[in-house]
C-alpha cells in the first residue's frame, strides 16, 4: 500500500466527521489556505487541525525520542530497547521488517517525513528521565517519546507527555499502576502487567507445587514490585495459599543476603523474588548459594534474557513469565529476528521487541490517521486490534484504559545454550488474564483528556 492510498482512504472515512470537529475549533487553528497538508500536520482533504504539543511537524523530519536506561540497574537493558528502536527507524526509513509487512507501512519514513531521533539517559530514576523527556519535548521537538523499564520511570514520564500533549509509547513497564491508577491518555502500553502474570503464574504453580502452600514475598520496594507483590499474593491466596510475610528490598540493592537470611525454611513452602534486571541477577543466584532452593521453590515473576544470562544455572526450574521469545516461529518473529540478528550477531530480547513494536504501532496509527495531530493518532490506537506483532496471535489495544489484552508466557527456566535460557510451560490465554474496564487496575483508570 503506497502512503498516497493510505492518505486517500483516510479522507473519505474521515469526511464530514473532520469537518464538523474542525469547525468548533476554527479559531485556534494553523493559517493558510486550507492546503492539502503537505508538510504533515493537516488531516489531508484540505482539512487543518489547531496546534498542540509539537504539531504541527515541521520541515521534512519527524522526531522521535528513545528514552532508556543507559546507567543504573536496568542499563543493560536500555541497551537492548534502543537496538530495537534504531533497527525500527532504519526499517521505518528505508524498508525491511515490518514495514514490509504491514499494510499502513512503506518505506520513506511517516507519513513521508523522515523519521530522525534523540536519545535520553533515565538513569532508572524518574527525574532524570523526566528531564530527559522534557528536554526532548522543549528542544528537539519530539513528537512522540517511547522508553521505560523501570515502571517508576515510566509513570513519571507519560505523566508529563499527557501535560504536553506529546505520545508517550511504553516500552517495558510492568507495574499495574501505568495503566491503573496512573494511567494517561497520551500513553499505551503491550506488555502485559503485573496482574496479568498473577492471574497466568498462580494456576501453573498450583498444579506444580500443590495446594495450601505457604509463601514468602521479597520485592523491589517500588511501584513496579509493590503491584508484583499485591498481585501474586491476590491470586495465590485465592488458590487457597498463605502468604507468611512479603518483605520490600531497595532497588538496586547487591547483597540479600540479610534480607535471605531472614527467610523462614521451615514454614516457607515457596519463595518469590519479585526482583528484576540486575537485582535478580543478585538475588536469585545468592539464593541459591545459601542453599534455600533446598528447601523451598523459587518463583522470579518477571524474567528477562539479560537477568537470566548473568544468573546462569541458579534459574534452572524456577518459574516466570516472559513478554515474547526469539524462537517463536511465525512471520513477524522471523523477520525481526532475521533484521536484529544482521545488524547485530545476536538474537534480540523481548525488550528490543517491545521497543520495535511501539515505534511502529505509532508509526502506523499516524498512517491511518493520515496526521500526526496527536487526538487521531490516539484514536487508531485506541481499540486497535492486530496479529502481527510476533506473539502469534491478536492483541488488542483497549479504549478504556490503554493496556494490551494478550497472552501472558509462563516459562521454566532451563539453561540450555547461548540466548536459550527458558522453555515455555503455558500461553496462557487472553481470556484466562483479562480483567474487565471496571475491574482489577483498569478500575482506577481515568486517562484525562485529548486536547
Same mark, same amino acid.
Given at each position: ?26 479559531? @485556534? ?10 508538510? &504533515?500536520?493537516?488531516? &489531508?482533504?484540505?482539512? $487543518? ?19 532508556? =536506561? ?30 514490509? $509487512? ?12 523522515? /523519521? ?17 523527556? +522534557? ?31 506529546? $505520545?508517550?509509547? @511504553? ?5 499495574? #499502576? ?12 503491550? /506488555? ?28 523491589? *520496594? ?20 498463605? $502468604? ?5 528490598? =531497595? ?13 523462614? +525454611?521451615?514454614?516457607? #513452602? ?8 540486575? *537485582? ?33 544455572? !541458579? ?13 517463536? #516461529? ?6 525481526? /529476528? ?6 547485530? *550477531? ?27 495531530? =496527536? ?30 489484552? +494478550?497472552?501472558?508466557? /509462563? ?24 480483567? !474487565? @474496564? ?6 482506577? @483508570? ?6
Amino acid at each position: 500500500m503506497t502512503r498516497s492510498d493510505s492518505r486517500t482512504r483516510r479522507d473519505v472515512l474521515k469526511g464530514a466527521a473532520g469537518a464538523a470537529g474542525i469547525a468548533g475549533l476554527a479559531g @485556534c487553528t494553523q493559517g493558510g489556505d486550507g492546503g492539502d497538508g503537505g508538510d &504533515g500536520g493537516g488531516g &489531508g482533504g484540505g482539512n $487543518q487541525y489547531p496546534s498542540i504539543g509539537n504539531f504541527p511537524v515541521e520541515g521534512d523530519e519527524v522526531v522521535i525520542g528513545f528514552n532508556v =536506561p543507559q546507567s543504573g540497574p536496568y542499563s543493560a537493558e536500555g541497551q537492548d530497547e534502543l537496538r530495537g528502536y534504531n533497527l525500527a527507524k532504519e526499517h521505518l526509513n528505508n524498508g525491511g521488517g515490518w514495514v514490509d $509487512q504491514w499494510d499502513e507501512l512503506s518505506s520513506g519514513g511517516i507519513l513521508d517525513k523522515t /523519521v530522525a531521533s534523540v536519545e535520553g539517559d533515565t538513569g532508572t530514576n524518574p527525574e532524570q528521565a523526566t528531564q530527559q523527556a +522534557r528536554r526532548m519535548i522543549n528542544q528537539d521537538n519530539a513528537m512522540m517519546i517511547s522508553g521505560g523499564s523501570s515502571s517508576a520511570v515510566a509513570i513519571a514520564v507519560q505523566k508529563l507527555c499527557q501535560e504536553q500533549k506529546v $505520545q508517550f509509547q @511504553c516500552c517495558l513497564t510492568h507495574s499495574n #499502576d501505568t495503566t491503573g491508577k496512573s494511567c494517561v491518555r497520551y500513553s499505551t502500553r503491550e /506488555v502485559f502487567n503485573a496482574f496479568m502474570t498473577g492471574a497466568a503464574l498462580a494456576p501453573i504453580l498450583n498444579d506444580e507445587y500443590g495446594s495450601n502452600l505457604n509463601f514468602y514475598q521479597l520485592y523491589a *520496594d517500588y511501584t513496579w514490585g509493590q503491584t508484583v507483590q499485591s498481585s501474586m499474593n491476590k491470586f495465590l491466596t485465592e488458590s487457597g495459599w498463605s $502468604q507468611i510475610d512479603s518483605v520490600p528490598t =531497595p532497588l538496586d540493592t547487591s547483597d540479600y543476603s540479610s534480607f535471605l537470611s531472614d527467610v523462614p +525454611r521451615e514454614e516457607t #513452602d515457596v519463595l518469590i523474588l519479585a526482583h528484576y534486571g540486575l *537485582d535478580a541477577a543478585n538475588s536469585l543466584p545468592q539464593a541459591v548459594n545459601q542453599g534455600l532452593d533446598e528447601d523451598m521453590e523459587i518463583v522470579v515473576p518477571l524474567y528477562n534474557r539479560l537477568m537470566a544470562k548473568a544468573s546462569g544455572e !541458579a534459574i534452572n526450574g524456577v518459574f516466570g513469565t516472559v513478554d515474547w521469545n526469539w524462537q517463536y #516461529d511465525n512471520p513477524a518473529t522471523n523477520s525481526f /529476528v532475521e533484521a536484529y540478528k544482521s545488524e547485530h *550477531d545476536r538474537n534480540p530480547s523481548y525488550t528490543a521487541r517491545l521497543a520495535y513494536n511501539a515505534t511502529m504501532q505509532y508509526a502506523a496509527a499516524c498512517e491511518r490517521a493520515g496526521t500526526f495531530y =496527536p487526538p487521531e493518532v490516539l484514536k487508531e490506537l485506541e481499540g486497535h486490534t492486530y496479529s502481527n506483532a510476533g506473539l502469534g496471535t491478536e492483541e488488542e489495544l483497549r479504549a478504556c484504559d490503554h493496556q494490551a489484552m +494478550r497472552p501472558v508466557q /509462563v516459562v521454566r527456566g532451563n539453561v540450555q545454550g547461548e540466548d536459550e535460557f527458558f522453555e515455555l510451560v503455558n500461553q496462557t490465554p487472553t481470556s484466562e488474564v483479562e480483567y !474487565a @474496564c471496571d475491574a482489577g487496575p483498569a478500575a482506577q @483508570c481515568n486517562l484525562g483528556p485529548y486536547e
